[in-house]
C-alpha cells in the first residue's frame, strides 16, 4: 500500500469555510512555533530582533487576561524587558434605547484591540515571546496496516487554522494530552471589598497580675564579641554590581532531550533563549508540560489561516495481529451469535496514543474500521472493525455447589467451606475451511474467580471481564468450558454428608495437622457407628411398624369372626395362632431397637466428649482441584 507509505507532512488545504476571525494576538515579531494541545488551547511563539525602546503587542480584549497570565520573554543578547503595560477600559453607562416595537436595542461590544506594551532598554537583540490563546484542539486519525502479517502503526494529526492570521514555515507539535488551563481575567481591574475597623482607643479596664520567681541559677556570660556588624556594614557599603557578583550564581537553565523522530520531547538548541531571567528568580510559567506525550514535526510547516493539514506523526512497526473476538455488544444484535473481526496491537511508541478512529488494511485492502481508546506506552489495543458471520457461538450456563472442605473446628461446632460453581459453555461452529483462533471476551460474575482456566487466559483487571483463547477446528464445532468458582461458608452438622466429605478430604491431605487428623480418625470411628447403628434403628422402626400394622389387622379379624356361631373354630384358631407369633416379633424388634438406641447413646456421648477439645482455626488452602 504505496499511499500509506510513511511521509513527513501531507498538506490537505482543507478551506473551513469560517468566517474571517481577527487574530487573538498582532504583532510586528513573526510566529515561528506553534504548540498545540487537546484542550482548546496553544501555545504561540513569535520571534525577531528588534532594537526598539517599545515593542507593542495588539491583544482581542477577551485574550488579555490569557495573554498576561501565560506571557513568558525568552532573551538572547543580555538586554532586558523592564515591564510590560497596557490600558485599562472601565465600564460607563450606556443610555438605553429602544426600538419601534419598544425592546430595548443591545449595546453593541467593543472589540477594539487592547495595546499591551513591552518597555525595552533600545539594544539590539533578538526576542522570543511566548503565550498562550485559544486554538481547535488537533484531531488524532490512525491507520493499522497488515503487510505479511506484520502491523505498521501509523498516527495521524489534523490541525485547524482559524487563528486569523497566517502560519508561515512555522515549527509546529501536538500534545497528547490536556495541560490544566483556564480563562484569567488579569486585564479587568478588581478592588476587593475590605473589612472596616473602628479604633475605639486602648482602655484597661483592669490591672494584670504580675508574676515573680526566685532565681536559682548563675546568669548567663556575656555575647561573644561578633565581627558581623563590620561585615553587613561593609555589604551595605559595596556598590551594587559587587553586591550582585556576592550572590550566588543563577541556575543553568533545564535542557530538555533531543527529539529524535520519537514521540519524546526535544532539546532546546543551542543558543536558544532562556525562559529563566538573569538574576536568578522567575520571571514567566513555562508552557512545555513534563509528563506530557509531544510530537514535533521535523520540518516547518505553512498552513494558511482558515485551512487545515493532516501530518504524519508515527510510522512504525508494532507487536500485534488480526484475529476473531467473540464479544457481544447491545449496538451490534448479531454480535450475540457472531465474533468481531478485531486488532490487537500493542502501543511500542513511546508516547501516550489519544482517542480516535482507526482504519485497518491488509494486503492492499481495505477491511474495516474502528475506535481507538486512548493507550499509554506499552499498552494493548484490541479493536473491533468488522464482523466474521463465517462463525457461530453459541453459549449453555449451569450452576451448582460443588465440594466440602474443613474451615474452622471450634467449642463442638463445624464450619467447612462450600463452592458456588457457575459452568459457561461457548460452542464454537466454524463454516469454514480453516481453523479459527478465536478470542472469547467471558464476563466474569462479581465475587467469583476463574477455576482453572484455559492456557492463555488473560484476566483483564478493572474491566470484570476475561479474554479466553480457543482454536475452532475447520467445518467443526469445539465446546469451550469456562468455570467460575466463589466460595462461602456454612454451619455443618457432624452427620451430615457434607461433615462427611470435608473430613474425610482433610483426612487424605497430606498437609493435615497430625494430632488433629489422629483424633478425628477416632472420632469418626464412633460418628460411623452411630450412623450405621442409627440406619439400623430406622430398618428396625420399619420393620416394626409393618408388624404392628398387621397385628391390628389380626385383631379386628378376630373381633369380627367372634360374633359368628358355627364354622369359624379352624380360622379362630389360626388368627389367635398368627397373633402370637406377631406379638412376639413386636418384642423382639422391641428389645433390638432398646439395644441400639443405648448403643447410640452411649457413642453419642463418647463423641461429643471428643469433638469438644478438637480447634481448627484455618482451613488448607484449596488444591485448585
Not at 543580555?78 to 460607563?92: M, N, Y
Not at 559595596?238 to 541556575?251: G, I, L, Y
Not at 496491537?345 to 480516535?356: C, D, H, V, Y
Not at 411398624?545 to 379352624?570: F, H, K, N, P, Q
Request: glycine fraction near 8%.
Amino acid at each position: 500500500m504505496h499511499h500509506l507509505k510513511p511521509l513527513s507532512v501531507l498538506l490537505l488545504a482543507l478551506t473551513l469555510g469560517a468566517c474571517a476571525t481577527a487574530p487573538a494576538v498582532r504583532s510586528e515579531l513573526p510566529v515561528e512555533r506553534v504548540v498545540i494541545y487537546r484542550n482548546g488551547v496553544a501555545y504561540f511563539e513569535r520571534q525577531g530582533e528588534t532594537r526598539a525602546t517599545e515593542l507593542t503587542f495588539k491583544v482581542r480584549p477577551d485574550h488579555v487576561g490569557d495573554f498576561l497570565a501565560s506571557l513568558a520573554v525568552m532573551e538572547h543578547g543580555g538586554s532586558s524587558v523592564r515591564s510590560a503595560s497596557f490600558p485599562l477600559k472601565t465600564r460607563t453607562a450606556q443610555p438605553i434605547t429602544f426600538d419601534e416595537d419598544g425592546e430595548p436595542i443591545p449595546v453593541p461590544e467593543d472589540t477594539s484591540l487592547v495595546d499591551v506594551t513591552l518597555a525595552l532598554d533600545g539594544q539590539r537583540r533578538t526576542l522570543t515571546v511566548g503565550y498562550i490563546a485559544e486554538q481547535p484542539v488537533w484531531k488524532p486519525s490512525y491507520r493499522l496496516v497488515f503487510e505479511n502479517d506484520r502491523p505498521t502503526f501509523q498516527a495521524w494529526g489534523i490541525v485547524q487554522n482559524i487563528s486569523g492570521e497566517d502560519w508561515r514555515d512555522v515549527r509546529l507539535s501536538l500534545v497528547a494530552g490536556a495541560p490544566i488551563s483556564f480563562e484569567s481575567t488579569l486585564g479587568v481591574p478588581m478592588t476587593p471589598v475590605r473589612p472596616v475597623i473602628t479604633d475605639h482607643g486602648e482602655v484597661i479596664s483592669q490591672v494584670p497580675v504580675g508574676e515573680s520567681t526566685l532565681s536559682q541559677a548563675p546568669p548567663p556570660p556575656p555575647p561573644a564579641l561578633s565581627e558581623a556588624p563590620e561585615e553587613e556594614s561593609a555589604r551595605e557599603r559595596a556598590p551594587m554590581a559587587k553586591r550582585r557578583s556576592m550572590a550566588a550564581p543563577a541556575p543553568e537553565p533545564k535542557q530538555l532531550r533531543e527529539f529524535s523522530g520519537s514521540n519524546d520531547f526535544y532539546d532546546a538548541p543551542a543558543g536558544s533563549g532562556s525562559m529563566v531571567p538573569r538574576d536568578g528568580g522567575p520571571l514567566a510559567s513555562s508552557a512545555l508540560q513534563a509528563g506530557a506525550t509531544r510530537y514535533d514535526l521535523a520540518q516547518p510547516v505553512t498552513l494558511p489561516n482558515n485551512s487545515a493539514t493532516m501530518v504524519l506523526l508515527v510510522a512504525q512497526e508494532v507487536p500485534g495481529a488480526s484475529l476473531l473476538m467473540f464479544a457481544p455488544e447491545p449496538g451490534v444484535p448479531d454480535s450475540t451469535r457472531h465474533p468481531f473481526r478485531v486488532a490487537r496491537f500493542t502501543n511500542a511508541t513511546q508516547g501516550l496514543i489519544e482517542k480516535g478512529p482507526l482504519a485497518v488494511f491488509e494486503d492492499g485492502a481495505f477491511l474495516g474500521q474502528g475506535l481507538l481508546d486512548a493507550l499509554s506506552s506499552g499498552g494493548e489495543a484490541i479493536v473491533p472493525f468488522a464482523l466474521d458471520r463465517g462463525l457461530a457461538v453459541e453459549q449453555e450456563h449451569t450452576s451448582t455447589v460443588l465440594s466440602a472442605r474443613l474451615s474452622r473446628i471450634e467449642h463442638g461446632r463445624l464450619t467447612i467451606d462450600r463452592d458456588r460453581v457457575q459452568r459457561t459453555t461457548y460452542r464454537l461452529r466454524n463454516g469454514g475451511d480453516r481453523e479459527a483462533k478465536v478470542l472469547v471476551r467471558h464476563p466474569l460474575r462479581p465475587g467469583m474467580k476463574l477455576h482453572a482456566p484455559p492456557e492463555g487466559t488473560e484476566e483483564q483487571v478493572g474491566k470484570g471481564t476475561a479474554l479466553v483463547p480457543a482454536v475452532a477446528p475447520a467445518r467443526d464445532t469445539h465446546p469451550l468450558v469456562i468455570e467460575e468458582r466463589q466460595p462461602f461458608s456454612t454451619s455443618a452438622d457432624w452427620f451430615s454428608n457434607e461433615a462427611d466429605a470435608a473430613v474425610k478430604a482433610y483426612l487424605a491431605d497430606p498437609r493435615a495437622n497430625e494430632g488433629l487428623a489422629a483424633a478425628l480418625r477416632e472420632a469418626w470411628e464412633i460418628r460411623n457407628r452411630i450412623v450405621k447403628a442409627r440406619e439400623s434403628v430406622q430398618r428396625l422402626r420399619t420393620e416394626r411398624d409393618i408388624v404392628s400394622r398387621g397385628a391390628g389387622e389380626t385383631r379386628a379379624g378376630l373381633d369380627a369372626i367372634s360374633r359368628s356361631r358355627t364354622g369359624v373354630a379352624e380360622l379362630r384358631a389360626r388368627l389367635s395362632s398368627r397373633l402370637i407369633e406377631q406379638e412376639k416379633q413386636l418384642a423382639a424388634l422391641n428389645q433390638q431397637l432398646v439395644a441400639q438406641e443405648l448403643t447410640i447413646n452411649d457413642d453419642t456421648v463418647r463423641f461429643n466428649e471428643l469433638v469438644r477439645d478438637l480447634r481448627l482455626e484455618a482451613p488448607l488452602e484449596p488444591t485448585g482441584t
